[in-house]
């Protein structure tokens, strides 16, 4: 009922990015279908490294990324679709991360199956707007699972003209009334720490996505939750 509910609405947080310069194209733009996301380089480049990095967070987030974080879920575990690479730009080095919430209808479900096929649900909207994959790099579910999403290697797709070099992750959910669950603040704050240390992005460019650009995203309870993280000194600061 969700999902069926959020079908025609499933495109996750973000506005489409329309300015040419980093966002992607408006849907429709081209005359053929898809135009690339970006024109620009290969995206063959320094895919390895960023694998490896993403091998060697795994590794830590199994063990000791501390408390909170939860089960990482790899991407081949909630859709059998790959990015379509040649229609997004490299990602390049990490320098900014941007936290949002799918915005779509509320959701508290615990359930791995519904997280899956909700974040599938949005992969689609996204593609079917001519992107190469699903805007963001992590998703967060009620539960704490962090999902991999568009790999780290490709330049995500979730505040317009602010996607380079932004590392884009996002919560389940819709944060403007309903308050994120325990779990799940414990898991982006745990995300978030590794994260920050891994690429070694200050605080201060760790960023919701109304500080970019107008938009409810995300959410005021979580942008409140965020602004505790952000300042307190158990929290991120
Ligand atoms: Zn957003």
């Not at 979730?158 to 884009?168: I, K, P, S, T």
Request: proline content about 7%; overall charge positive; glycine content about 10%.
């Amino acid at each position: 009922m969700l999902i069926a509910g959020a079908a025609l609405l499933a495109t996750g947080c973000s506005s489409p990015p329309r300015n040419g310069r980093v966002g992607q194209p408006l849907p429709g733009t081209s005359g053929g279908g898809r135009t690339p996301e970006p024109s620009g380089t290969s995206t063959a480049s320094s895919g390895s490294d960023a694998e490896e990095a993403l091998r060697a967070w795994r590794e830590r987030s199994n063990g000791a990324a501390g408390p909170g974080m939860g089960e990482v879920v790899p991407r081949a575990a909630w859709t059998t679709t790959g990015p379509i690479a040649s229609l997004a730009r490299p990602m390049g080095r990490i320098e900014r991360i941007t936290v949002h919430h799918d915005g779509m209808d509320e959701f508290d479900s615990y359930s791995r199956q519904d997280s899956a096929r909700r974040v599938e649900a949005i992969r689609r909207a996204h593609v079917n707007l001519g992107w190469a994959d699903i805007g963001y790099h992590y998703i967060i579910d009620p539960a704490g699972r962090v999902y991999e999403g568009r790999p780290t290697s490709l330049q995500g797709a979730h505040v317009r003209d602010a996607n380079e070099q932004n590392l884009g992750v996002m919560v389940l959910g819709n944060y403007m009334r309903r308050a994120p669950t325990e779990a799940s603040v414990a898991s982006l704050e745990s995300f978030l720490r590794t994260a920050m240390r891994q690429h070694r992005v200050p605080v201060q460019r760790v960023m919701t996505h109304r500080e970019y650009v107008p938009t409810a995203c995300p959410g005021d309870r979580l942008q409140t939750m965020m602004n505790q993280l952000r300042t307190s000194r158990a929290g991120l600061a």
